[in-house]
């Protein structure tokens, strides 16, 4: 099985997922405790409407995925902050409302093809030298970021207004955390494919969290289970020609149901 990362494909692959496991379940640790786990998807849907218009005007779909999600997860942080609206309306308004916008532009650029389906989806085969550097590049700031601030995360995850009250800058710890989310999701398209990015930020902390162990261990344990289902995933992915994101996505489901049967409380 090894041998599968004689081929290049095969080592840029396992880089890049190895970026994402880590961006993803670093970051989805928090999404989780603030019962926030929707945003990933919802913002998923978002990077979808990027690819879709950079489809359409012939421009990097990428860049443009990273530019609705940015956009998106600002203008849903300020709804939820200044205007009161609840976390899980806002994000079905945009979940549905992106999806359709989506749909629309690519009827209208005429491409439900191959190329839309390796987004949709996931391709191992699409990961470029020049994708790395940039997963490397934005990934390296987001977990920086990340780790800087883990502490006043943490602390805003369980309790925001305490936190408030404390003199933490919730407001801009907040923009920075969905910020560093959207990124991470419109740059792991490529590999997972933008249907299936949220179960790579949400299932690993689910699972690990049924052992009922602290936050940085149960942390620890997502990273873990994040990187183990990329590897595998990506194992099975070329022994069995299936979709990577798919087969990632499968495994971590696995690992979710065997949390819940070794843990039942």
């Known amino acids: 099985m090894l041998e599968m990362f004689d081929y290049p494909f095969m080592q840029r692959a396992l880089i890049a997922g190895t970026i994402i496991a880590l961006l993803a379940s670093l970051s989805g640790s928090f999404i989780v405790l603030r019962r926030y786990s929707l945003l990933s998807e919802t913002l998923a849907h978002v ?10 005007l012939g421009t990097a779909p990428l860049w443009m995925a990273v530019a609705a999600a940015l956009a998106a997860s600002w203008m849903i ?3 939820r902050s200044a205007h009161g ?18 749909v629309v532009i690519i009827s209208l650029a005429g491409s439900f093809n191959a190329s839309l389906f390796s987004y949709l989806f996931g391709s191992i085969l699409s990961v ?4 790395l550097w940039i997963m490397g590049g934005f990934g390296a700031v ?30 801009l710890l907040n923009f920075m955390l969905v910020s ?5 999701i419109a740059l792991s398209i490529r590999v997972v494919g933008t249907l299936l990015i949220g179960a790579l ?18 942390t620890l344990l ?34 979710f149901v065997a949390a819940l049967a070794i843990n039942r409380r």
């Open 47 to 56: 990077s979808l409407v990027g690819v879709a218009v950079g489809i359409l």
């Open 77 to 79: 942080e300020y709804l």
């Open 85 to 102: 609206l609840y976390s899980d309306s806002i994000l079905s308004i945009f979940l549905s409302g992106s999806l359709a916008l989506s």
């Open 128 to 131: 470029s030298n020049q994708d």
């Open 142 to 171: 987001g977990a920086a970021l990340l780790l800087v601030f883990f502490k006043e995360l943490y602390f805003i995850a369980f309790d925001e207004e305490v936190a408030r009250a404390s003199g933490i800058r919730v407001a």
């Open 180 to 184: 560093v989310i959207a990124i991470i």
């Open 201 to 218: 930020m949400v299932i690993p902390p689910v699972a690990a969290i049924r052992f009922g162990m602290g936050f940085y261990p149960t």
């Open 222 to 255: 997502s990273l873990v289970i994040a990187l183990v289902s990329v590897v595998v995933g990506l194992g099975a992915s070329y022994l069995y020609s299936l979709p990577s994101g798919a087969a990632i996505v499968l495994c971590l489901l696995a690992f």
